[in-house]
């Protein structure tokens, strides 16, 4: 599982780049499977990716496409894949997204994930023992309805709250 240190990131967005270059030899934020969420406001922000969660609400494709690899990692396939938009729509947190009639998700690029490499920040580390601990039950019901984007707003609000909270606590004290 990618796992996110918010205290630590910079929000440069090399992660984005280099999976997008990764998994499509193209640069844009569109094609990436992982998503920097700019919470300007709060000067946060916060990249959402695959939780490779307990759940699995992804896996209930109607056409059966998803399958979890060995490191806990959605393995959607292209042969199966209709581009129906379930797993998207399923996804509680917005890790999913459809690009160009296809569903970007994080594969963990085999095992050696590019957005971790790329991070000089240390603000994305990789727990191959983490997948499948990780519940988003409780986004279930914050994302009903909800686009890709404010799901992932949401989420990344939810997992900065204790940063924020702690920051607030530190000024209160100088």
Partial sequence: MIVIDPAKCS???????????????RVGRASSRIKVVKLEALGIDYPVVCR?????FCNRCPES????????QVLISPTLCTACGTCERLCPIGAIEMYGGIPHVCDLCGGEPRCVAQCTMGAITFAPAASGTVSLKP????????????????????ETQVLRETWIAERGRS
């Fill in 11 to 25: 929000g440069c967005r090399r992660c984005e780049v280099n999976c997008a270059f990764f998994h499509t030899g």
């Fill in 65 to 72: 496409a998803i399958e979890i690899g060995p490191l806990g």
């Fill in 52 to 56: 490779h969660c307990v759940e699995r």
């Fill in 139 to 158: 986004f279930r019901e914050k994302a009903r309805g909800a686009t890709t984007e404010a799901r992932r707003v949401c989420f990344a609000l939810a």
